[in-house]
């Protein structure tokens, strides 16, 4: 079983960027596909950004594309989520999902969870 331990959330500026990153345990996070959600206050949590498990398929929700990237270190057992650009109204709880299949990362059922970690945007 894999556990996640997200790391890099804090507060930033709007149009500033972050790093978060997913530490994950266990001897077959290479075999995991991986992503990011957030969930704001008062909102559903939402899909960020998933990728598969040799980090040549990535996946985004649409207004993240092109500020946003996914990666992952499968060495150091790692998914990073870098942030660009960010905006007031990407403050949230960021989340880091495992899954073994990508269609369940992307379809929000992962089924493995991080505890979050708080990113905020000021305007």
């Known amino acids: 079983q894999v556990q996640l331990v997200e790391s890099g959330g804090g507060l930033v500026q709007a149009g500033g960027s972050l790093r978060l990153s997913c530490a994950a345990s266990?001897?077959?996070?290479?075999?995991?596909?991986m992503g990011w959600y957030r969930q704001a206050p008062g909102k559903e949590r939402e899909f960020v950004a998933a990728?598969?498990?040799?980090?040549?398929?990535?996946r985004y929700v649409d207004y993240v594309k092109g500020r946003f990237t996914i990666s992952r270190d499968n060495a150091k057992n790692t998914v990073y989520l870098q942030m660009n650009s960010l905006k007031h109204e990407e403050t949230a709880v960021y989340y880091c999902?495992?899954?073994?299949?990508?269609?369940?990362?992307?379809?929000?059922?992962?089924?493995?969870w991080g505890q979050g970690t708080q990113v905020t945007v000021s305007s």
């Open positions: 990728i598969n498990w040799s980090g040549d398929t990535t």
């Open positions: 999902a495992a899954s073994t299949t990508l269609q369940a990362i992307v379809g929000g059922s992962p089924g493995l």
């Open positions: 266990g001897r077959t996070f290479s075999t995991y596909f």
